[in-house]
């Protein structure tokens, strides 16, 4: 960082990172602690998710959208307009605060004011979430502009702040502990910390024009880097999100696809880049490695911590401080290893921490392969992005932002249920043979966008006899720790993905960053 102002703007997007961590944390523990929003507004396990899921399907809606748009309407203007989401949030959710607890209410006033409430939360979610998205997608080009001959080391240190986010807002919730359910109000004040930090550093800046701009490099080239493939990739999965959120038919989601699709590749008139295209599908494996495994890792890890008597979420706190050190120290790896050889690497240890997890019976040896597996997990985002703006910088903001979209939407979409379908499978197997007529009494039939699945109904579970009922709590339990085995499918697939793009690049003379004509001289 040459400059003053360039630090100023590194460690103001940082700490706009650091904000969208403490909002995800902070909702998670706001909607998973029984005595806080479940016991005030009266939610049950589905409605406390779909709260949660609220403040994520956004995100990766609103950094593919602002891609499109942000060169236009300037990096000021999107950090604006975060802040501004954060501003909604914290509005609606006091709003909400101040609804359930007017005074006066009988019981069936309460459940009415219980369900005024729950809109005040959802949408804020929705807008938090929105507010999450647009920091990422001004960031992102911002750190990568800014550092254009070292995008992958900054682009880690850079995301070095999402764990440190975590960390610090986890740390702090705990210590909150008593006050927090006293008045959970304290954890949306906890926000505005940050995010106070973030705009007051910001708002006066000199932001870097991007790189795509200042090479001269047209809207049209950038939408093409793209392709009518990755539109066709991160369209179908943004139109299937919101179809699943509006509850729309098959017909009106398949009809604005192949709209959005059309009039895409009548503007732009190209396929988009192979390599892009490869890009956007191993991101699918990868972000369902990342992201979609940890809530199965956190469960495992979870009950051996309650029974020590201890805080569940040091288990995040725990692993997101290994993340957070790591991508410090991204720069000395990368120089050694170069970006795609990282990438390999670290779906080698994914792979074995994975499979280390599925095998351990013991706190400390499951802490040991959680931190394997936090080894291996750590450099697969940012990395990635460091990829795909090192080899299209004409694709600006859009390839950049597109592809963390494409991986919070799979894992949402396909990469989540499937891990649950897999944690289900081996249960039934597991109890079939341990106990081959229970079965069919504690399980039900249900389908998702794969297909159809069968699961354990706890409800039924608990019907049992205590005895029967316990040994197949337990069952289920091993059955889905030994499960994660079966996930080690998705690191070993990218392995063998980047493998290949490594002998790709040696035969075209070594992995090399792309620069186009026109960009200034490197910070």
């Not at 938090?128 to 992958?152: D, Q, S, W």
């Not at 705009?199 to 047209?218: C, D, H, K, M, Q």
């Not at 999100?241 to 732009?268: K, M």
Request: charged share 15%; glycine share 12%.
């Amino acid at each position: 960082m040459s400059t003053s102002n360039d630090r100023l703007v590194f460690w103001g997007c940082f700490i706009a990172l650091i904000t969208t961590a403490f909002a995800f944390i902070t909702r998670a523990f706001l909607v998973n602690i029984p005595d806080l929003w479940p016991a005030q507004f009266g939610l049950d396990n589905v409605q406390g998710q779909e709260l949660f899921g609220a403040g994520i399907w956004p995100f990766a809606i609103s950094i593919i959208l602002f891609s499109l748009i942000i060169d236009r309407i300037g990096y000021r203007a999107a950090m604006v307009f975060s802040f501004v989401c954060y501003v909604v949030y914290a509005y609606m959710a006091l709003q909400a605060y101040g609804i359930v607890n007017a005074e006066g209410l009988d019981e069936a006033g309460l459940v009415v004011a219980q369900g005024d409430a729950y809109n005040y939360l959802y949408w804020g979610s929705v807008v938090l979430g929105l507010g999450n998205g647009t920091v990422e997608a001004f960031i992102n080009p911002v750190v990568a502009t800014m550092f254009r001959r070292e995008k992958t080391k900054w682009l880690n240190i850079l995301h070095a702040g999402w764990p440190g986010g975590l960390v610090l807002g986890g740390i702090l919730t705990i210590l909150l502990g008593t006050q927090v359910s006293e008045d959970w109000r304290v954890l949306i004040y906890l926000i505005a910390l940050p995010a106070i930090v973030y705009l007051l550093i910001l708002l006066f800046v000199r932001f870097p024009v991007n790189e795509r701009v200042a090479s001269g490099t047209s809207y049209r080239e950038m939408l093409g880097e793209f392709g009518v493939i990755g539109a066709a990739i991160a369209g179908f999965l943004i139109v299937k999100q919101l179809g699943l959120v509006f509850e729309w038919s098959d017909g009106v989601i398949y009809g604005v696809l192949v709209a959005l699709v059309v009039a895409y590749g009548a503007y732009c008139r190209s396929p988009g880049r192979p390599l892009m295209v490869f890009l956007c599908i191993v991101m699918m494996p990868l972000a369902t490695t990342e992201l979609g495994t940890d809530g199965a890792i956190t469960g495992i890890m979870e009950q051996p911590l309650k029974e020590l008597g201890q805080n569940p979420l040091w288990v995040l706190i725990y692993t997101s401080a290994i993340m957070c050190v790591l991508r410090f120290f991204a720069g000395p790896i990368v120089k050694r290893l170069t970006p795609l050889g990282l990438l390999a690497t670290s779906a080698v240890l994914a792979t074995l921490g994975l499979f280390a997890l599925s095998q351990t019976v013991s706190v400390f040896w499951i802490f040991a392969a959680a931190t394997l597996y936090g080894l291996g997990k750590t450099f697969f985002w940012p990395t990635t992005l460091g990829v795909v703006s090192e080899q299209f910088p004409k694709g600006g903001a859009l390839t950049l932002n597109a592809i963390a979209g494409i991986g919070m939407l799979t894992v949402g979409i396909i990469g989540g249920p499937l891990i649950g379908e897999m944690q289900e499978n081996g249960a039934k197997a597991a109890i079939e043979q341990e106990m081959p007529d229970v079965y069919a009494t504690v399980s039900t039939p249900n389908k998702y966008f794969l297909g159809d699945y069968t699961a354990v109904d706890q409800s039924k579970v608990d019907a049992l006899p205590a005895e029967e009922g316990a040994k197949v709590n337990k069952v289920v339990t091993a059955a889905k720790q030994g499960a994660l085995a079966s996930m080690t499918i998705f690191p070993l697939i990218m392995l063998g993905c980047y493998l290949g793009l490594i002998l790709y690049f040696r035969g075209r003379g070594g992995y090399k960053p792309v620069e186009i004509e026109g960009q200034e001289s490197s910070h």
